[in-house]
Structures are given as structure tokens and as C-alpha cells.
């Protein structure tokens, strides 16, 4: 389980601003209001429980293109409700290793967080050694925390097994 949220750091003043709080799962609503808590606590299986704790957590599950945010396991393909595109995290330089796709950020009453940045072309775009991130684009941020410190550095050690490019900052 994970809370999220993302925003646009260096957007203009019509788009969407560092949020203040994680995005909220409405699936933990009708989860709670419909009566499924009591049959999703007997739903455990090897990947944990089916019960959603908290109005901010999602389920998190690592492809090869993306890192899906899931709002509820039952039927999960259908309630994909964000996707963090692998192939867009900006790597991290040899000689800025503080400005670099990744970072671990550490414990907080949130839990145990870490960032990831990208960038969304505008136009094509090809990655190469000389432009490893487009230079036409959006940047976007990503803050990811889980309550367990073993989830997310799993998450960040997926992350790099994935893109193998990627240098993760874990300072």
C-alpha cells in the first residue's frame, strides 16, 4: 500500500499546484459505506491483504512501462486510476547526484517516502546519451510513501532493476 500525489513544479498558475494532501482513493469510500471491509479482511493472499486501511492509500504495482496506482484489487485492470511512465524518470548525473531522478527522502509522519521526477515530451522523442530527457516537455513529481520502509525500498529497487539507467540517490 501507498499514498501519493503528483504535481507540476514549474507550471504556470492554470495548472495543478503542489497538493497538500495525498490523492484520495474512492474506492475506500464505497468499500467502507457498502459493507465489502468485512469481506475483504478474510481476502488475504501472498501479496497481503485486499482491505484498503485509509481514504489515501492505494495498491502499487510495478510493470515494465509503468508503475501502476490502483485503486481496489478486485477487478484491479479496471481500476488502474494513474500510471507513472518508467521509460520518463530522468536519470540521475555523475556530477549532480542531489538533482537526479530518484531520491529517498526518509520517515515522516506520512511514512516512508521517496520522489520520483519526469518529464513528458511534448513532441517525439528519442532518448539518447546526449538528450537522456527531453528538453520540450512537463516535468512532473511524484511523492510516494508506504508505511513500511521494506515496500518502499523495494518500489526504488524495482524502479532500477526496470530502467537499469536510472542511479537511484539514496542520500
Partial sequence: MVKYFHFLPNGDRNKMSKPRYFFENEAFTK???DGDAKDAKTKD??????LIPSN???FAVAHQNNLNFIASREKAFLKVVDALKIQLIHNIPDDANFKGGIRDLGKFSEGYCFTVRTTEPIDFFVMKESEPVPVKGTERMWYICSDNEEIKNKFISELSRICPEIDINLD
Fill in 45 to 50: 493472499d501472498q501479496w497481503g491483504s485486499w
Fill in 31 to 33: 468499500q467502507t459505506s
Fill in 56 to 58: 489515501s492509500s492505494f
